[in-house]
């Protein structure tokens, strides 16, 4: 049982390039999202190095505790989660990306397991798809967190600014 999680998780992080760009093959033009088709190179190219490294977070989960798991996702999303507050990119586009990820993932591991090897069996999947679709959820989860305190900080920061900026400001002289 062991062995195939380990040619499974060998599998995602060998393919992880070609994973991404399946995944990057799904973007459409999408005016002010990092998403976008339409994204500068550099921007695109930043996406896709965070995402090969969210394909190895998602696969180390296979041979993680769940603690581990947990640690691991929150020092991705802590990162990539800042970097999209920071974007014009809203909360509802990378939910859809997720969506699409996790379906391009998943077909990445019926791959797996049309070639595979060994034999795999249905109690194994289930666990593999309890452990991935776990990891993908509190992934969501955290990054929602993380993207939300970004916003509401530095609306927080926005708005005290504001304030003073519309103080009323009184020349003093020697005398007042």
């Known amino acids: 049982m062991k062995e195939n999680t380990q040619a499974l998780y060998n599998y995602l992080i ?28 550099e921007i695109a190219d930043r996406i896709k190095k965070q995402n090969i490294t ?25 990162q990539t989660a800042i970097d999209r507050a920071n974007s014009d990119t809203s909360l509802s586009d990378v939910a859809e990306q997720l969506r699409y990820f996790r379906r ?15 034999d795999v069996t249905i109690k194994q999947w289930f666990q593999w798809e309890k452990t991935i679709n776990m990891t993908f959820d509190f992934i969501f989860e955290s990054f929602s967190i993380v993207y939300m305190n970004a916003l509401t900080t530095r609306l927080a920061s926005q708005q005290a600014v504001i304030r003073d900026l519309s103080a009323p400001i009184i020349s003093l002289s020697n005398q007042v």
């Open 104 to 118: 391009v993932y998943w077909q990445y591991i019926e791959k797996f397991m049309e070639t595979s090897l060994g």
């Open 54 to 78: 969210y394909v190895r977070v998602i696969a180390d989960s296979l041979l993680q505790s769940e603690e581990e798991m947990k640690k691991s996702v929150l020092d991705w999303t802590s």
């Open 14 to 41: 060998t393919n992880s390039i070609d994973l991404t760009d399946s995944w990057m093959d799904l973007r459409l033009p999408k005016k002010g999202s990092h998403y976008s088709v339409d994204a500068s190179p």
